[in-house]
């Protein structure tokens, strides 16, 4: 298939739910236009975001990862997304230099436009916060010439920080609301495989109404019905106010 005029959308994803609650409609509207998406997960999320495959009786852990990964193989390819996964365990994640310089590898072969990932501070989940600082450091890493990989260096991909469960209490301020009206069915989809979580479903139904109401009252379209919002890492180049 051919990649010309395609974008790359890479998200950056600490456990194997957090791009689908807070991503999950920018990766399907990256999917719609044309342009292509993939997802690094570092961690299955099986010892901290789990809760409802430990209630079940004589659950274990290997059995938990394997449940983890179904999931988002399933909610990944509803959206429309590649993915790969790192199994670097969670609470607390672990990042080796042999899995950061796997980490840099992945970058540079999706060759990303667009980067996502989670705020640089969230006091509820320090997983988030290694994930961001880890994704800022690949990118840099990923930018060097002087670093020779199988694949070539990056350009300066802008990197959005997708809505944390918390944002007041992580310092979120959206630059972004992103329309996701027209692929919220593919989003709600991709929640609904994710059982293990399930009591998160709710919540970012309604969170995907509010941010919605708030893309029409910012002059968005009327149309609007589902938004997520994002916040941009890097200024923006623009060659008009207006």
Not at 16 to 34: E, K, L, N
Request: charged share 20%; glycine share 8%.
């Amino acid at each position: 298939m051919s990649t010309k005029g395609k974008k790359s959308l890479v998200v950056f994803s600490a456990h194997s739910g957090d791009f689908v609650w807070r991503a999950g409609g920018a990766i399907a509207t990256a999917v719609a236009q044309g342009h292509r998406a993939h997802v690094i997960c570092l961690s299955f999320g099986e010892r901290g975001e789990s809760q409802g495959l430990w209630k079940q009786p004589g659950m274990d852990i290997e059995t938990v990862r394997a449940i983890r990964r179904e999931e988002a193989q399933k909610a990944a390819d509803i959206l429309g997304a590649s993915i790969d996964f790192l199994d670097l365990g969670d609470y607390p994640l672990s990042i080796d230099d042999q899995a950061f310089d796997t980490i840099v590898d992945l970058l540079r072969a999706a060759n990303p436009d667009s980067i996502m990932t989670h705020v640089a501070n969230d006091p509820y989940n320090r997983d988030h916060n290694l994930a961001h600082e880890t994704l800022l450091k690949a990118r840099m890493v990923a930018q060097a010439q002087g670093n020779k990989t199988k694949h070539p260096p990056i350009g300066a991909p802008q990197v959005l920080m997708f809505e944390p469960h918390q944002s007041e209490m992580c310092g979120f301020v959206p630059g972004l609301l992103l329309d996701i009206t027209d692929v919220y069915e593919k989003k709600s989809a991709a929640m609904n495989v994710m059982s293990a979580q399930s009591h998160l479903i709710d919540y970012y139904q309604d969170l995907a109404v509010r941010r919605g109401v708030q893309a029409v009252r910012n002059g968005g379209a009327k149309s609007i019905r589902y938004a997520e919002a994002h916040q941009m890492l890097f200024p923006t180049v623009r060659s008009a106010v207006l």
